[in-house]
């Protein structure tokens, strides 16, 4: 069995899961503002003391790809890439939103399609369509929520799915009937069946040149203080 650990920090959740091929052994996650930094090498270390595992015990590292917030992405990569590099463990990258919307099948167990959301700010989410087979539909993309984000699917008497921290926000927004809105979020014990599948195929990143999917570039504002 394969000894895998699992970074997730997409979102505002910052989570570290250990899983021993299938299983998931341990997982530990801090939730709430933004501190991923501060946290994740403490979760990385509390999830190893918690399945009683050493580093150098470990077959791979993966991390969640994005999309999601730039900076959190951007901590759980050279998190991830750090690691690999110094225990020259391999990399996998496993899709964020894809993840999700397999755990939320795996809850939910229903027929339709699975819209799995990361809030990407005001009332837009990066998003993407998979049917119930975990099979992509519609590639990611930024969805601005609106009344009819998802009419033609609902016209045609699909069930809608939604899931994730922006499924939130379509709430007050989306028609009541045709939509289920699932309590799956982004957890780094999500991504142990798609970690595990691309570590029995050997499908790993290059280490020195992965980056993750940002799908847009950073809001990066310009300060207003004038320079004196």
Avoid: W
Avoid at 40 to 58: G, H, P, R
Avoid at 92 to 98: C, E, G, H, P, S
């Amino acid at each position: 069995m394969a000894l895998l650990l699992h970074i997730e920090t997409a979102t505002d959740i910052c989570s570290v899961a250990l899983s021993d091929g299938p299983q998931l052994v341990a997982l530990q996650q801090a939730e709430g503002t933004f501190k991923h930094a501060s946290q994740i090498t403490l979760l990385i270390q509390q999830a190893l003391q918690q399945a009683a595992l050493q580093m150098q015990e470990i077959d791979a590292v993966a991390v969640s790809s994005g999309p999601g917030s730039y900076t959190s992405l951007r901590i759980g990569t050279a998190t991830a890439k750090g690691i690999c590099y110094a225990m020259d463990k391999p990399l996998i990258a496993v899709d964020t939103l894809r993840s999700l919307a397999l755990a939320c099948l795996q809850q939910e167990r229903e027929e339709g399609l699975y819209f799995p959301m990361i809030d990407a700010r005001r009332m837009e989410v990066y998003t993407a369509a998979y049917d119930s087979g975990n099979e992509l539909i519609q590639p990611a993309r930024a969805l601005i929520v609106e009344a009819d984000a998802f009419g033609q699917q609902r016209s045609a008497g699909l069930q809608v799915i939604l899931c994730g921290n922006g499924a939130d926000k379509c709430r007050t927004v989306l028609p009541d009937d045709g939509i289920l809105y699932s309590s799956v979020r982004c957890s780094a014990a999500h991504l142990i069946p798609l970690a595990l599948r691309a570590f029995e195929r050997g499908d790993f990143e290059d280490v020195a040149y992965y980056n993750p999917f940002y799908l847009k570039p950073p809001n990066i504002t310009t300060s207003k203080k004038k320079l004196l």
